[in-house]
């Protein structure tokens, strides 16, 4: 099970990080990623962390931007924002796979979501 949190409103520029709790015990076996979801548009993939936390990978539109780390031994994912935009605004999800992936079918396991909204 994944649950996501610290998502809320924010202004353009401000920092957030989304946290994501994992259970089980076999959680430094999966790569974890961040996907997001706009209004109206498909979801998209942010950022992955490989099982050892030692190798990242983003889309473009975040790099430099946003950082995505992993505590196995807490069994927790984060995703640290910084400089945020308006296109920004999404419904962010958590998910585990065991292959390592950019595309959301190779992800096994999923969160609910939380939100974060970029504002003026």
């Known amino acids: 099970q994944l649950v996501e949190s610290g998502g809320r409103g924010v202004q353009p520029g401000d920092s957030l990080r989304l946290s994501c709790a994992a259970s089980?015990?076999?959680?430094?076996?999966?790569?974890m990623a961040w996907f997001r979801q706009a209004p109206g548009k498909e979801r998209i993939f942010v950022a992955a962390v490989h099982r050892s936390g030692g190798h990242t990978a983003y889309d473009e539109s975040v790099k430099g931007r946003f950082t995505i780390s992993r505590d196995n031994a807490q069994n927790m994912v984060y995703l640290q924002m910084n400089s945020l935009q308006p296109e920004d605004t999404a419904v962010y999800y958590c998910?585990?796979?065991?292959?390592?992936?950019?595309?959301?079918?190779?992800?096994?396991?999923w969160g609910q979501g939380t939100q974060v909204t970029v504002s003026s």
């Open positions: 998910a585990a796979g065991r292959d390592w992936s950019m595309d959301q079918s190779f992800y096994t396991y």
């Open positions: 089980g015990r076999a959680f430094s076996s999966y790569f």
